[in-house]
T-cell receptor, first 113, second 115 residues
Framework: KAGVTQTPRYLIKTRGQQVTLSCSPI?????VSWYQQTPGQGLQFLFE???????NKGNFPGRFSGRQFSNSRSEMNVSTLELGDSALYLC????????????FGSGTQLSVL | SQQGEEDPQALSIQEGENATMNCSYK?????LQWYRQNSGRGLVHLIL?????REKHSGRLRVTLDTSKKSSSLLITASRAADTASYFC???????????????FGQGTILTVHP
């Protein structure tokens, strides 16, 4: 079985731009979660989708949004980028739809200049 | 905000030695998990221990959980250079409920194993 795939691996943007990150979960997994990892704040939960519905959301501004498609693939979007959005963005999938044993992708390293 | 704290922040040992990492958390939990992350990569699930369990083993890993002290420890025995990574504890932080994909991670312990 292929693992969780995130694209692109690296991304460089400038302030004010927007960005879309993509995540393909493990085949058969319907739950996809997104996390932001920074040296200062560590790993922080963004949101979780299951069967195209957002079921849980972390404490991030509305500039951070996501969606999930019928094939369980997910995208997250960050609009009006700020320098502080520079981070490793990690996607995780789960077969149970809960929060046990998440399978993580390798992440997208976003740099905002 | 982080649910827990990990101790030590960094640990440097020689191959063959044991490594112990500790994690404390603040709220009641359903389970606690440990993950490993190699530099700049995704996290890999190592082991899950439920709130009604006290100890769990998986290969060279031993995890303990003390819910009265809200703490857990991860022991890696006979460490290898390939064990060099960051190790994170994670809790679901909503005992009795389902927090749908949300884990709250500690700040992590950076383990360096010297050959």
């Amino acid at each position: 079985k292929a693992g969780v795939t995130q694209t692109p691996r690296y991304l460089i943007k400038t302030r004010g731009q927007q960005v879309t990150l993509s995540c393909s979960p493990i085949s058969g997994h319907r739950s996809v979660s997104w996390y932001q990892q920074t040296p200062g704040q560590g790993l922080q939960f963004l949101f979780e989708y299951f069967s195209e519905t957002q079921r849980n959301k972390g404490n991030f501004p509305g500039r951070f949004s996501g969606r999930q498609f019928s094939n369980s693939r997910s995208e997250m979007n960050v609009s009006t980028l700020e320098l502080g959005d520079s981070a490793l963005y990690l996607c995780a999938s789960s077969g149970t739809g809960g929060n046990e044993k998440l399978f993580f992708g390798s992440g997208t390293q976003l740099s905002v200049l | 905000s982080q649910q827990g704290e990990e101790d030590p922040q960094a640990l440097s040992i020689q191959e063959g030695e044991n490594a112990t990492m500790n994690c404390s958390y603040k709220t009641s939990i359903n389970n606690l998990q440990w993950y490993r992350q190699n530099s700049g990569r995704g996290l890999v699930h190592l082991i899950l221990i439920r709130s009604n369990e006290r100890e769990k083993h998986s290969g060279r890993l031993r995890v303990t959980l003390d819910t009265s002290k809200k703490s857990s420890s991860l022991l890696i025995t006979a460490s290898r250079a390939a064990d060099t990574a960051s190790y994170f504890c994670a809790t679901d932080a909503e005992a009795g409920g389902t927090s749908y994909g949300k884990l709250t991670f500690g700040q992590g312990t950076i383990l360096t194993v010297h050959p």
